[in-house]
């Protein structure tokens, strides 16, 4: 029993340690010893123990954003993500690495990592210039809801045997590939003076035991496991290897769960967690839990990696939206009081490595999704898919600051977890200690987590001046409204002086001029309290004065202020300054740094009020140089060096006035205008004449589909084998013809394409019908009847298949096949089919790279993807007029080449989207699919038969050409014989004014027409 007297007039706080669950109470002794471990080849750069990672002998909270580089292939704006990760507080950016990108033959001659957006080098130089570190995770397998989860499609057919495996015709595959980014990362490791501080080998591998809870192992995912931890580090990797653990059950690639040697360990185990589900749709995750319900990672850790930082390289940061889901995803359902309540409640459970999931989604341009995700990856991010910021961006810096700034965080033993730390049981305690500086963080939810009302409380706490109950001015109380929790801290180091205890949250604090401020906030209109050891005297500079109480102690003082509103500023002993906002005010409240040191010391920010972005700060004598973004003309108040007169804001020097609590403000102008871009011209061709008897299929554009063997272990299928992936062609639409002689009633085809794929069938140009997909199952299959006008009983058929491959599944289903199962002729005297022909992606049947820059991903097999229709500087000229909106009648395909001239105002940045609509007031005319080009990139795919709510598209600059003239290219493939109708327009996601330069030359990312690909008729 703990028991803590009453002092003065304030309360007690009483309870017992027996109360606490085991798993809570497991390292409540402050006492215990920790070895301190690193890799083991004599650096010592990075370490780690049970607490946290430490870096050059200081330890670190490692906070990081997500983003996939690939889903967004232009490296201009690979800056503005990882701008806006720095300016949310957050010092780690972690993302995915994307092997089948890199990689697209299975020749290691082809691995590319210079090409547009494949130059990882350049990322990792991005990183470096803007201070973040870096969690690399190059796979070989990433899941990411990608295309066979990232592996390369030329590695699904089966010939490199079991995929993640110890084989050596896969070992000799996934080297090369990672020896080269080891080779890209090795410079750029802390170890060098680099950003990158740890990397994953492998991804959601939970293969180690055979028996997890009887420690059986399983020896060849171990033998696969210890290849690649042994490779790494032979060619150059040194700082520390991880893995990402999909679910708590596993308990794989722990060397502190290894208790029998069964090996394949990494050095940081992790664990990802999704506790609203990973998808938009519930139903998709059968562990789901109800809203705001908690996990214990406590437990799990103590379990499987005590002496190990507790890290989740993936936390919930949003949830990916499948081809049945909402239109513009599910932003709701991981808001801001998501980001609040759960995010706290990690720090809570003492994780300190903390990755969110995605930060950024982007795009799924191309052919990058698995067949359950359409186009967008938006992932309901806290930077949306067109690079928007709000509220739940905002909530996380209020967070990502905190973390920044508490140093004794990285270093804590959970002592206490208890409804009695308050006076209100609804309420529960956890309580963290820095065993060192005994520094205490108190996190404070409702003790049934799904419950949102309001609730007010008084806590008991313990500092170095005391124990107290909080607040201690009149009859106060702290409140906790809806889902919520709050991080309060006592013993709070800010620079010399010590914040004994604030019933306020601690967003950050600076050093000006030798002197600390300290910045506080409240939700709006919330009451609070803080006490400042050694403190004698204060007063308001700023802010509503008669709000404000001061107390003075023999241990310091204390301040009281009610209701707040906007922003206070109280000044304490004439030199210690401190800042209390309100939520939204504390929202608008940017701590930029002044170094590209990750760590961000306390004496190398500035703190910038107002503006709706700030990028960057940078000191130059006497001005200091902000960059960022303006939504609106707006007042900005900036705390700095007392020696700074200027300010400089995007280039402009401000008309600049101090405060006499010298700060400076300004005023920043807002947007301009500007107007959504109209067509200049649409014109239009038929993109199917494959469909025709007398359409020539000889050329290097189409190869023989004659195995009669396969290296699938999938042998259940009509011969011969019509894989497509066999033949060389993985991504998009493939089109098949099959000749017979003789008569036939009907044929019967089952397709497999994926989930949501469809195809369409033609005998001898005469249509058959289609099966326009379906989202229980990833194969189609249909008995057509063949119609006897358009038969050559004495002569040559051909049956010509369209089929749509929306991806390969993941994992080791990754093997499963593409392309027909089966084709077989029913009822009549044909032999079956003599031979059979099948297109794809241009120079996919002689294993050719035809676009490195934009990959095999972005285009499949129509007319107007293999002869480059979609690129500009294609010559169109002979082309009839017409537009989307004109349509065309019966089932086909044709291709539409818009052209849209966009000149965007200097010195702003702006998001387009485009929209693909319809008319629907027929059952029918949703019988089709539209997928739209940009400048060479295909950027969207609408199929309304599946959703016809998700029909919008952002599309990048760099993709666009913001300065000039640009190639949009629409396909419509009608799967039915009645008249489709396609709608298509430019909408202005936002205007803003804005540091980033989008009007850059990105002429390298979109390469033109070029005569080779008229070979591929």
Known sequence: ????????????????????????????????????????????????????????????????????????????????????????????????????????????ESLDFHSGAHDLGRLYEIAKDLGLFVHSRPGPYINAELNAGGMPLWATTGEFGALRDNNTAWEAKWKPYMDRVAEITRPYQVTQNGTVILFQIENEFPQQWADVEAKTPNPVPIAYMEELFERMQSVGIDVPLTHNMPGQQYKSWSVDYDTVGAGGNVHIYGLDNYPSCWSCIPEDCSTSNPSFTLMDYTAHFNE???????????????????????????????DDSFVNFYYRDNVAQRVTILGLYMFYGGTNWGWLAAPFVPTSYGYSAAIAENRTIGPKFYEIKSLALFTRSAKDLTKTDLVGNST????????????????????????????????????????????????????????????????????????????????????????????FDKQPTLALWVPNGENGE?????????????????????????????????????????????????????????????APALTNDPRVPANQVAFVQGPYLVRSAELDHHTLHLRGDSSQATDIEVFTESRVRTLNWNGNSLRTHRTKYNTLKARIDGPGEFSAPTFRSWKVQDSLPER????????????????????????????????????????????????????????????????????????????????????GSSSGSKTLEFPAEGLTPDGENVLFVMQDNSGHDQGSASLNVRGIINATLINGESDGFSSWKVA????????????????????????????GWHLP?????????????????????????GVLPIDTPKGHDVALSVKIS?????????SFRAYLYVNGYQYGRYYPYINSAVNTFPVPPGIWNYSGDNIVGLAVWNQGKWQVKVDIEVEVDYVLASALDVKFDGRYLRPGWDESRTQYV
């Open 918 to 926: 319809f008319d629907d007031t027929s059952e029918e005319s949703n």
């Open 840 to 867: 794809g992606t241009a120079g996919g049947a002689s294993d050719t790279t035809i676009d490195p820059v934009r990959t095999y991903y972005n285009e499949g097999g129509l007319t107007a993807e293999r002869l």
């Open 420 to 511: 009695s730390y308050t006076d209100n049981e609804a309420l529960t305690t956890i309580e963290l200690r820095n065993p060192d500086t005994d520094a205490g963080f108190y996190a404070i939810r409702h003790t049934d987590p799904t419950n949102n009302d309001e609730q007010a409380f008084r806590l008991s706490i313990r500092t170095s001046a005391g124990n107290f109950t909080v607040p201690t001015q009149d009859d106060g109380a702290i409140g906790l409204n809806g889902h919520i929790q709050k991080i309060l801290v006592t013993d709070f180091s800010f620079g010399d002086r010590n914040l004994i205890y604030s019933t306020a949250e601690v967003l950050t604090y600076g050093i």
């Open 1 to 108: 029993m703990v028991r803590f007297r009453k002092i003065g007039a304030l309360t007690a706080l009483i309870f017992s340690f027996n109360t606490l669950p085991h798993s809570l109470a497991a390292d409540s002794d402050s006492d215990s010893e920790w070895p301190i471990r690193d890799t083991g080849l004599g650096d010592k750069t990075v370490q780690w123990d049970h607490y946290s990672l430490i870096y050059n002998g200081e330890r670190l909270f490692s906070f990081g954003g997500e983003f996939h580089p690939f889903r967004i292939p232009v490296p201009e704006l690979w800056v503005d993500i990882m701008e806006k990760i720095k300016a949310s507080g957050m010092n780690t950016m972690s993302f995915y690495n994307h092997w089948g990108f890199h990689m697209p033959t299975s020749d290691a």
């Open 873 to 897: 500087g294609f010559d169109d000229s002979d082309w009839q007029s017409s537009t989307p909106s004109d349509g065309f009648a019966g089932a086909g395909a044709k291709f539409y080449r």
């Open 530 to 590: 803080f006490f400042v050891q050694g403190a004698r005297s204060g007063k308001v500079l700023a802010g509503e004065r008669s709000e404000v109480n001061f107390s003075r102690s023999r241990k310091g003082l204390i301040v009281n202020f009610k209701k707040q509103q906007g922003m206070t500023v109280i000044l304490l002993d004439g030199d210690v300054r401190v800042v209390v906002m309100d939520r939204d005010t504390a929202h608008l409240f940017w």
């Open 692 to 775: 025709f008897a007398n359409y020539s299929d000889s050329g290097p554009a189409w190869a023989s589909a004659d195995h009669m063997t396969t290296v699938s272990e999938y042998k259940d299928a009509t011969k011969p084998y019509l894989y497509a992936d066999e033949y060389g062609f993985h991504a998009g639409a493939q089109l098949w013809r099959g000749y017979f002689t003789g008569s036939a009633e009907a044929v019967y085809l089952e397709v497999q394409g994926g989930i949501a794929h469809g195809w369409s069938a033609w005998l001898n140009r005469q249509f058959l019908g289609s099966f326009l997909g379906d989202l």
């Open 304 to 334: 499987v990696s005590p002496k190990q930082p507790s890290m989740m390289p993936e936390f919930q940061g949003g949830a990916m939206n499948p081809w049945d889901g909402p239109a513009g995803g599910c932003e709701a359902k991981t």
